[in-house]
């Protein structure tokens, strides 16, 4: 009689919140990888859940998706997302040439360097250039921040940030310039897909779960308009495409929601 070790699979637990950019991109690598996974919603906004200590003990830097992969932590999308094509079968999610997987890694650097606060409340600001959901942050961030000194660390580079952002959102030029920013990136993404079908080329990779979420991103925002009416067509029936893929729905991907759901 043979025998066969039984090698219990590792589990797969991702931390995450449903309409956070980063654990979009994340869902769609895991699904579209076909690696079955357990999920455990952080509650980022109401109940602040990802400074209690916790969680901040899984991520320092407090914020989601953090994987775990059986013991293994790991964090950062840029990280986490390599991590799940290299682990597990599946369709490889990285092109097979060091030039391909280059320009696939500068796609998704350049997707991840947008400013996605300042394009979430770019369109919503009063006359001097002001958000009330921007300052209301503010302020709940100095409240959890006198309520909890323990978790000062994070708190304060999460105020800091807001800060920033009450900066940037009051400075036309400093919007327009990250608003720029993200709609050459769509114009380069059409560039690609003049010749593609995917974003990194022939078949899909991981910058392709970075660009459907970024889209959908734009989308929710109002952006859209950069691929209607004739605008950058390639991106057009690129996001048609993704949309009806499999990996959409499953990975719960969102391009419409309220200001105070993101
Ligand atoms: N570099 C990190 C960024 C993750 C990040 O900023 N996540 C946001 C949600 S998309 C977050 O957790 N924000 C928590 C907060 O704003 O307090 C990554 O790629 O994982």
Redesign the pocket.
């Known amino acids: 009689m043979l025998y066969f070790p039984i090698v219990a699979a590792k589990q797969v637990l991702l931390y995450d919140?449903p309409?956070?950019?980063?654990?979009q991109?994340?869902r769609l690598t895991l699904v579209e990888k076909g690696v079955p996974y357990a999920r455990h919603t952080?509650d980022?906004?109401v109940k602040?859940e990802?400074?209690e200590p916790w969680y901040t003990a899984l991520?320092p830097?407090?914020?989601?998706?953090?994987l775990a992969i059986g013991d293994e932590i790991i964090?950062?999308?840029?990280?986490?997302v390599p991590r799940i094509d290299a682990e597990f079968d599946g369709p490889a999610l990285t092109p097979p040439t060091a030039e391909g997987a280059a320009a696939m890694e500068a796609t998704m650097r350049d997707v991840?360097s947008l400013h996605?606060g300042v394009l979430l409340y770019a369109r919503r600001l009063d006359g001097n250039g002001r958000s009330q959901t921007v300052i209301d942050?503010g302020r709940f961030?100095r409240e959890q921040r006198a309520k909890h000194p323990e978790r000062a660390e994070?708190l304060d580079r999460?105020m800091a940030?807001n800060e920033r952002l009450q900066r940037a959102l009051a400075e036309p030029a400093e919007v327009e310039r990250h608003v720029g920013e993200a709609r050459a990136l769509v114009a380069r993404l059409d560039q690609t897909l003049a010749g593609f079908p995917f974003v990194s080329g022939g078949s899909y990779t991981l910058a392709d779960t970075f660009a459907t979420a970024a889209l959908a991103r734009f989308r929710m925002h109002g952006y859209d308009t950069w691929w209607q009416n004739g605008a950058n067509p390639h991106v057009a029936a690129y996001y048609t495409r993704m949309q009806e893929r499999a990996s959409w729905s499953e990975a719960g991907v969102v391009d419409s929601a309220d200001e105070r759901d993101?």
């Open positions: 919140y309409a956070s950019i980063c654990c991109m994340t952080v980022i906004m602040a990802q400074f991520n830097r407090a914020v989601v998706p953090t964090t950062d999308t840029l990280r986490i991840m996605y942050r961030l994070a999460r940030g993101i």
